[in-house]
């Protein structure tokens, strides 16, 4: 029995956390290019049984969503990740096991942690 709940718990350990999965991906505005990013990804992620999720951010947000880019998600059948354009913030970066920039230039804190990748080329 002793075995059982010590196999249980070395289980429960190796797991990685929840704040060991989030995946940002960042654009200007965070209203088009990171919410497609973050849309696409956290569907085949999901289908594919993954353990991360996306969220979206900008290093200038607008106030909402592209009406184009949500147009286009629902066209594809494709979930709209919820919530509004934010800018990208120390708790992100802290939070995230990667980072993804999308025609845009991060954050020096993003850059320099090291989780970063530049997606604009």
């Not at 940002?24 to 209203?31: K, S, Y």
């Not at 900008?58 to 106030?63: E, H, I, R």
Request: glycine share 8%.
């Amino acid at each position: 029995m002793q075995m059982q709940w010590l196999i249980v718990a070395l289980t429960f350990m190796l797991q990685p956390s929840a704040r060991d999965k989030a995946v940002v991906f960042v654009c200007e505005h965070g209203a088009a290019k990171s919410v497609v990013a973050t849309a696409y990804f956290n569907k085949l992620a999901a289908e594919r049984g993954l353990p991360f999720r996306a969220t979206f951010r900008g290093t200038a947000p607008q106030d909402n969503l592209s009406v184009r880019a949500v147009e286009g998600l629902k066209a594809d059948g494709v979930a709209v990740p919820t919530g509004k354009p934010s800018a990208i913030s120390d708790t992100d970066v802290a939070d995230a096991t990667h980072i993804f920039a999308i025609g845009c230039t991060l954050p020096e804190k993003a850059v320099r942690s090291g989780k970063s990748a530049d997606w604009s080329g």
